[in-house]
């Protein structure tokens, strides 16, 4: 996203902060197209014939986003790190209720088969997640990379504007967390 779409998109979202529709309005169709980008690199990592579709991702966390009363978005990158959190919600939400995950195995994988998601394997979503969750009780800066690299899509840099660091502390944060992450999922297995 260019230098000028980026300060006209944080001016929106102040402004719809602040109470004005017309802002939302304007807004819409920026954040929508930005939503369905990142929704659309995650989708492409999904197991074939997955029935939950790029657009219905979208749908579903721009219906969370909006509905939320009271929210002050200080700029871009925060409301593209708050979407990131949605969407990954919904993805969790939507493995924990396909049928027969209860009994489904849980597989010894990388964070990076984990993060690849092939046939049959929604279960290593809810498995990452908890990893996740658990991450975050004890260092939230390295949850929060995962979570905005792998749920929300976002590269490096956005990363690093979202949770104000530089992007060698991003990359460093981020090879601890997948070494964690594979310790933790294949734990699981043992």
Do not use: C
Not at 50 to 55: A, E, N, S
């Amino acid at each position: 996203m260019a230098e000028e779409s980026t300060q006209e998109v944080t001016q929106l979202l102040k402004r719809w902060s602040a109470g004005d529709g017309e802002a939302l309005e304007e807004l819409t169709p920026v954040i929508y197209a930005e939503l369905h980008r990142i929704a659309h690199r995650h989708m492409r990592k999904e197991r074939d014939g997955h029935t939950l579709q790029t657009t219905a991702l979208v749908n579903e966390a721009y219906v969370r986003l909006i509905d939320w009363k009271n929210a002050k978005f200080e700029n871009r990158a925060h409301f593209f790190g708050v979407s990131a959190q949605l969407m990954r919600r919904v993805l969790v939400d939507f493995a924990r209720k396909r049928p027969g995950n209860k009994e489904a195995p849980i597989y010894l994988v990388s964070v990076e088969e984990a993060m690849a998601v092939t046939e049959g394997k929604d279960p290593e979503i809810v498995a990452l997640d908890e990893a996740l969750t658990e991450l975050a009780t004890f260092d939230e800066r390295k949850a929060k990379i995962v979570e905005l690299k792998f749920f929300g899509g976002l590269k490096t840099d956005e990363i690093a504007e979202v949770i104000g660091v530089s992007e060698i502390t991003v990359l460093r944060e981020w090879q601890k967390a997948k070494a964690w992450l594979f310790l933790q999922l294949n734990k699981k297995t043992d």
